[in-house]
């Protein structure tokens, strides 16, 4: 599967942003989507991750209660949508898909990646 994101930019702390993560190629299912991040000079971390039917969602400490995952299978999308941004969110962030049940925050069992997408939060 190929996964394209997109939605990143520049943003003032206390904004908002939505990412879009498109997938095409092979099935989009049955598939666990996860975002992740990666700010300059550090490791690639997990944000957040959502079953094949939504219901199930996981989220990095960091980001929890200000963000949201979603999908949407008929257009084969996954968001991710971040309130209260902060400037330590600046980072690049990247949409996966893992070919497991559940959610995964486990980068390791995540075996497409989209090129990812600059989100920048100035103070």
């Known amino acids: 599967v190929q996964l394209q994101a997109s939605g990143g930019g520049l943003v003032q702390a206390g904004g908002s942003l939505r990412l879009s993560c498109a997938a095409s190629?092979?099935?989009?299912?049955?598939?666990?989507m996860g975002w992740f991040r990666q700010a300059p000079g550090k490791e690639r971390e997990f944000v957040a991750s959502?079953?094949?039917?939504?219901?199930?969602?996981a989220y990095a400490d960091s980001v929890k209660g200000r963000a949201t995952i979603s999908r949407d299978n008929a257009k084969s999308t996954v968001y991710l949508q971040v309130d209260s941004l902060k400037p330590e969110d600046t980072a690049v962030y990247y949409c996966?898909?893992?070919?497991?049940?559940?959610?995964?925050?486990?980068?390791?069992?995540?075996?497409?990646w989209g090129q990812g997408t600059l989100v920048t939060v100035s103070s």
């Open positions: 996966a898909a893992a070919r497991r049940l559940g959610v995964s925050i486990n980068i390791n069992d995540y075996g497409s």
């Open positions: 190629g092979r099935t989009f299912s049955p598939s666990v």
């Open positions: 959502v079953s094949w039917g939504g219901g199930i969602t």
